[in-house]
């Protein structure tokens, strides 16, 4: 209940709305009601050509009105006529009735769709606003499915189902209330037996839920690895692992086939429990209201009034169960979507961040550790100074800590102990927006997007103008070959650049940081991965974009940073040396190490 009480305050933007869908509602409910009533004075006044009487406790609600009614028609002589006010009284109230219908399932639909539309926002912002370390627990499938399929479960029962749900649920007590009106201490019998149902509802009700929440789940493992089949698929088809990846998607498969089976026979259930509950109820009512009217106690009237009403209760009632299937199903994706709502990022932004006005790009590192999980520390009280302007090279062995080193610059991550500060400032008091504005991130897997050349290269300046992409280009040198693709800056590249060559890629990547001109730049294994003549028009690219700022490179490829004014060599997360090239090569060390296992062959 908590769930759906929690989901229930997102259409507090709507009470407007709301209020409408009340009352058009509640004036369905009336018009249905008081129509039904008209069965008392067609059957016993108009056909059967008696007084109506009302054999009701001055107690029940509205009392006095109901009683004027009745001698309001009794006073009514002619027959045709009353049959004439009746018809017309039926006519107008179905015209009330089903234009109240209609503005009250638009306005319902049109909120539930808003609530659902403003949840899978949120989850959209806040998947974008969580850690970098719940993502690196986290399967990419897993966080697709809580946006779509789940999300897609919550709408199908707040809009539609939902909407009828209420209204029937608004005609279930007129109904009853007619019942009572009738023979109030049958009708006691009837909802205390139909109230039994509640019990075989919950049961199964818990059960599907259960079953929901697996299922959903197993569509976010489908999600995984369609996900990785389709980003990998030059591996499988290179590695002829078609047969494998299709075995796998069916296995999942299967096993979400057979919970989703699971959960229709268990919904299946409620129907037929629901309906033979209520036609048995209604057999043995029929038989005691026909002794009546046979003793003479209750008239035709009131007889198939009653009757009436009653199996008028069976369609709400039956409608509520399934409903109640459909809502189980949501609590498990409900739950799963306030699971994401409830994760709490664990790098944090200051509440009172620091105003940064003119950033000169001094950076030193204090002290600083870090470990993605206990007692195994990635860095180890790792400090050095970037001065204003330099270029820092860090190097080491694989799984030393370089990357997560320039993580903890970008705020990806914090660190366990120590700090780092940019002028002074420790980054922690300045916001994400002013400290990423300061750096420039160019990596060996480029990242670009399914969009034309421009928007790419403009990813983070959606101010930048024609020519400021094209001078960045330029200085990336990337220039020449976007003139030469079809539609040159508004080509589209293709996801993740699929259209481009590596060195392409990675030279867009560049103009992008070009063209955001960032006092602090990081190169994380830029070339690495590039053929000798894309690595030279990247490396003239570099060295463009290093001009006058504080650069980091991480290289494997020591050759690339001899020119670097200092060398960071880090070894199980420690620095254990610091100084330039030629220092570092008279010293008998790692980096030495190093440089002569590359230079050996």
Known sequence: ??????????????????LFILLFMVLYTIFNGVSLMSIIPLIDKVLGGQEITLNISSSFPFYEQIQGAVRWLNSIERYPHLLNLLVGFVCFSLIIKELS??????????????????????????????????????????????????????????????????????????????????????????????????????????????????????????????????????????????GYENEKFRNENQKFFKMMIKVVRRSAILSPITQMAGIILAIFILYYLAREV??????????????????????????????????????????????????????????????????????????????YRKDEAVLKNVSFEAGIGEIVAIVGPSGSGKTTLLNLLLRFYDPDTGKIVIDGIDIKDISFKDLRSLIGVVTQETILFNDTVRNNIAYGRI??????????????????????????????????????SGGQKQRLSIARAVLKDPEILILDEATSALDTESERLVQQAMDN???????????????????????????????????????????????KKLYELQFSF
């Open 294 to 371: 046979i003793k003479g106690q209750l008239t035709m009237g009131f007889l198939m009034l009653f009757i009436g009403a009653l199996l008028s209760c069976l369609r709400p009632v039956k409608l509520l169960t399934r409903l109640s299937a459909s809502w189980q199903k949501a609590g498990g994706s409900l739950e799963r979507i306030f699971q994401l709502f409830d994760v709490q990022p664990d790098v944090k932004e200051s509440e009172n961040p620091v105003p940064l006005k003119e950033v000169n790009g001094q950076v030193e590192f204090k002290k600083v550790s870090f470990a």
């Open 101 to 242: 219908y209609y503005f009250q399932r638009v306005l319902t639909e049109t909120v539930g769709q808003s609530v659902v539309r403003d949840i899978r926002n949120k989850i959209f912002a806040h998947i974008q606003d969580l850690s970098m370390n719940y993502f690196s627990h986290q399967k990419t499938g897993d966080l697709m499915s809580r946006v779509t399929s789940d999300v897609a479960q919550v709408a199908q029962i707040f809009s539609a189902r939902f909407a009828g749900a209420v209204l029937e649920g608004s005609q279930l007590i007129v109904y009853i209330g007619v019942i009572f009106l009738v023979q109030w201490k049958l009708a006691i019998s009837s909802v205390l037996v139909l109230s039994l149902l509640i019990f075989p509802v919950t049961f199964f009700g818990r059960k599907i839920r259960k079953s929901a929440k697996r299922s959903q789940e197993k569509i976010a493992g489908m999600n995984s690895i369609l996900h990785e089949t389709i980003s990998g698929i030059r591996i499988v088809k290179a590695f002829s692992m078609e």
């Open 1 to 18: 209940m908590k769930l759906f009480l929690r989901l229930i305050g997102y259409s507090s933007p709507y009470k407007g709305k709301l």
């Open 545 to 591: 974009l290093m001009k006058d700022r504080t650069v980091f490179v991480v290289a494997h490829r020591l050759s690339t940073i001899q020119h670097a004014d200092r060398i960071v060599v880090l070894e199980n997360g420690e620095v254990v040396q610091s100084g330039h090239h030629g220092e570092l090569l008279e010293s008998e060390g790692l980096y």
């Open 463 to 500: 101010d930048a103008t024609d020519e400021d992409v094209i001078n960045a280009a330029k200085l990336a040198n990337a220039h020449h070959f976007i003139e030469q693709l079809p539609l040159k800056y508004d080509s589209i590249i293709g996801e993740r650049g699929t259209k481009l």
